[in-house]
């Protein structure tokens, strides 16, 4: 396959998958701003920004900070390229681009997303309409997902899918459970008590595995639990031991030349996401050992652009 | 009474012509609800399927990614089998003779030295390249894909109104034309034997692999183009689908060891043959335009080593452009001693004294064209043009008489059409395209263009102008 349309359809991949992480994130801020008192409130807020990255941007584009305000940026702004609005587009743009290589159904997913985007009133998703259109946004991201593994030729159309897919997923997970520590700075007192259930209740529920967790442990939530869920149980499907799995089945089908180095490390990646153990972990840091992993990740994703998909 | 333009579908009693007659029965019989809902039910498909004309305006701007549809005409037009079989004969001799007249212009030049075509039609033409000189090309093949542009006029005759041999577009809307008609009228196929046209892509891929280098076992072809933004984009990516090779970029591909290759995620892969869908001024920058993004540095090099084949190649400007064209006809006597089958419209040259004079004379009752104008740019049709329009170019004509010609104002035939009042007549013409490989075939029909503006003769999709399925029956 051509490096360039290679490119495309992974970029195609991992901005369908980014925009529903971002509708994920804004849907546990939403709940967390809820719950918290006045004095976390502000570090609820900022969570978002800072685990995308785009404080700075928010900083310019905004004076002060509020659900209201941090909805439009992330969810609606086309000035923040990690927008849901500008993930959408980049999506269908990708997609426009390598048209002739995607089935219709596929194409026709992305072109009636970006064009439904459009029409949405600004006002209904940052007012009471919010709830509504981070569940619209993962719909579409589920129906595009199950559309290409539904209709698309096995071939490295769909190994490129994928891999942009669960390296994204991957990249998210860690980052929606790192959430959680940009909150504890400010409410460390609290652990145990009723608002830290409801942080870590929200946050599984914003990766879709509270049923999960009771299900699997039958238990309490325990934060090393949570996290032990979120990385190492490959039975869920958003977690990082899961994505791994993915984003190996799709490397062990794609045949390079001189890509040793991105599967040598996507292999260790899957290696040491199967055989962590969580007790080290949390002795280490959760945010020392996730911010290690997102380095990783990273690291990949140039790795994987270099073996396969040309310079950037 | 002046005679009208000659309708396709009536003869000059009113009565319906036998190779119309089971479409006009079903015109008749069909209710017109039924009919008016299977053309929505077209444009929502064609839009689906995003056969679509891109208009990309600036990349901010409000009209960004807009596309709109060139109008597609339910009614087809309908050619008998036997008028056909008269015009494929033309078309092939015509096709034949021009790439004779290319091989011989860049190699041994005999039809200048005959005095037959005057030496600096050829060598004073931009589109001339001296690059091309003395390269042996398979099959001796320089127009691959010729696309030639027909007109019948009120006489009842079919004239060639333009050949072009460069980059010729708007197959593919010959060929989902067709695959429209039969998903939205399958019982109109029943009636009456439509000869098929589908295979269009396969006689392509044959066209393009005999074109490469010879010692290419198993050739690797693939299309390149402008890119997304290209106005002809669909049709690019239509026929690299169809025909199932890659769609590339000039980015794409690179040179290496005296070698095309294209860059995949598993690493380099050669190509012996690009159907390229780019003008010759942007195939490579180190060569022609320096600063051309959509070429491959020392492609043309490759070419030279006849390491890579070009399809169409360097160089066939020379044969469509309007002031060589009135030539054709004695290249199909030189080269083949053979009278010409299709006629030329008559064209008058406005370098020549005598010619000027004529056309500034009788300038509102002819067609002037730039000789290297396409797309119905750069020309003024006498008889509809305001007074100043027709003094502005008379003083255009004046400063540079080399650059124009100018032919009598056709009256192009007419076939009922699809408008807002019902149906009515309305102006077309027909570019059928013939594939010079081993040998040179055409597939039995081609694309039909109609002007939609009551009483227009121009038929560019550029200028408002629709497409029809083009039926050969027998």
């Known amino acids: 396959m051509l490096s360039r349309v290679a490119d495309r359809i992974f970029w195609m991949s991992r901005q369908m998958e980014r925009a529903e992480n971002a509708a994920r994130i804004l849907g546990v801020t939403s709940n967390l701003v809820l719950f918290g008192t006045d004095d976390v409130q502000e570090q609820n807020l900022l969570a978002p920004l800072s685990i995308t990255g785009t404080e700075e941007l928010y900083k310019e584009r905004h004076d002060k900070l509020d659900l209201p305000a941090l909805i439009d940026f992330m969810a609606l702004d086309e000035k923040n390229p990690s927008s849901i609005y500008s993930c959408l587009k980049w999506a269908r743009e990708n997609a426009h681009a390598v048209r002739w290589l995607l089935t219709s159904e596929m194409w026709e997913t992305l072109n009636a997303t970006w064009l439904e985007v459009r029409a949405i009133p600004r006002s209904r998703v940052t007012g009471s309409g919010a709830t509504e259109f981070f569940d619209w946004v993962k719909e579409r991201s589920h129906l595009f997902r199950g559309v290409t593994y539904g209709t698309i030729v096995r071939g490295e159309a769909f190994n490129f899918s994928r891999l942009g897919t669960f390296l994204e997923r991957a990249d998210n997970t860690a980052r929606i459970l790192d959430v959680k520590y940009h909150i504890l700075l400010s409410s460390v007192e609290d652990v145990g008590g009723a608002l830290d259930y409801y942080q870590w209740a929200a946050l599984l529920r914003s990766v879709s595995s509270f049923e999960t967790y009771r299900q699997l442990y039958r238990d309490q939530i325990f934060p090393i639990k949570v996290a032990q869920l979120l990385i190492l149980e490959r039975r869920m499907p958003r977690s990082l031991a899961a994505c791994f799995d993915q984003v190996k089945e799709a490397l062990d089908r794609i045949r390079g030349q001189r890509d040793e180095s991105a599967k040598r490390l996507a292999y260790e990646l899957h290696a040491r996401l199967s055989y962590v153990d969580i007790e080290e972990v949390f002795q280490g840091g959760l945010h020392e050992y996730l911010t290690a992993v997102l380095e990783d990740i990273g690291e990949l994703g140039g790795r994987i652009q270099r073996a396969y998909l040309g310079a950037v | 009474m002046e005679r009208g333009p000659y309708d396709e579908m009536r003869a000059a009693d009113g009565a319906v012509r036998a190779h119309f007659r089971p479409l006009a029965d079903w015109l008749a019989e069909t209710p017109a609800e039924r ?340 797309g119905g740019y750069g020309m003024l049709i006498g008889p509809a043009a305001k007074k100043s329009e027709i003094e502005s170019f008379r003083s255009r004509i004046k400063a540079n008489p080399a650059n124009y010609i100018a032919q009598p104002t056709l009256s192009l035939s007419t076939c009922p059409t699809f408008v807002e009042s019902g149906i009515a007549p309305r102006h077309v013409d027909l570019r059928p395209y013939v594939l010079s490989g081993k040998e040179v075939k055409l597939v039995p029909g081609g694309l039909t263009r109609v002007a939609l503006r009551e009483g227009s003769l121009v038929v560019n999709s550029s200028q408002g102008g629709g497409t029809k399925d083009t039926w050969v029956v027998d």
């Open chain 2, 35 to 374: 009919v008016a809902e299977k053309r929505r039910e077209a444009d929502l498909l064609f839009h689906r399927v995003g056969i679509t004309f891109a208009v990309y305006g600036d990349a901010h701007g409000a009209n960004e990614g807009a596309e709109r549809l060139i109008p597609f005409d339910t009614i087809p037009r309908v050619i008998p089998k036997t008028e056909w079989d008269e015009l494929a004969k033309g078309l092939l001799q015509r096709v034949k003779a021009i790439n004779r007249f290319l091989h011989d212009i860049y190699h041994g030049q005999e039809i200048l030295k005959a005095g037959v075509v005057p030496a600096e039609q050829v060598f004073a033409n931009e589109a001339y390249q001296v690059s091309m000189l003395g390269l042996e090309l398979p099959n001796r093949v320089y127009s691959h894909v010729a696309g030639i542009d027909l007109v019948r006029h009120k006489d009842g005759k079919y004239y060639v109104l333009e050949d072009n041999l460069r980059t010729p577009s708007g197959v593919s809307y010959m060929l989902e034309n067709r695959k429209m008609m039969m998903r939205l009228f399958p019982e109109l196929f029943a009636r009456q034997r439509v000869h098929p046209v589908e295979h269009y892509p396969n006689l392509l891929l044959e066209t393009l692999r005999a074109a490469a280098p010879p010692a290419a076992r198993d050739p690797v072809v693939a299309v390149l183009t402008p890119g997304q933004h290209n106005s002809a984009y669909f049709e690019h990516a239509f026929l690299a689908q169809q025909m199932g090779v890659e769609l590339v970029e000039g980015s794409d591909l690179f040179v290496k060891d005296g070698f095309l290759h294209m860059r995949t995620t598993s690493g380099p892969q050669r190509v012996d043959v690009i159907y390229r869908r780019i003008d010759d001024a942007f195939l490579d920058p180190l060569v022609f335009r320096q600063d051309s993004l959509l070429g491959v540095p020392g492609l043309l090099s490759v070419y030279r080593a006849g390491n890579v084949a070009l399809a169409n190649a360097i160089g066939t400007g020379v044969a469509d452009d309007k002031s060589t064209y009135p030539y054709v006809p004695e290249m199909i006597r030189f080269y083949l001693h053979e009278e010409p089958i299709l006629e030329n419209v008559p064209t008058w040259q406005c370098k020549r004294a005598a010619d000027l004079e004529y056309v500034l004379d009788k300038i509102s009752e002819l067609v002037v064209k730039e000789v290297q104008g396409s």
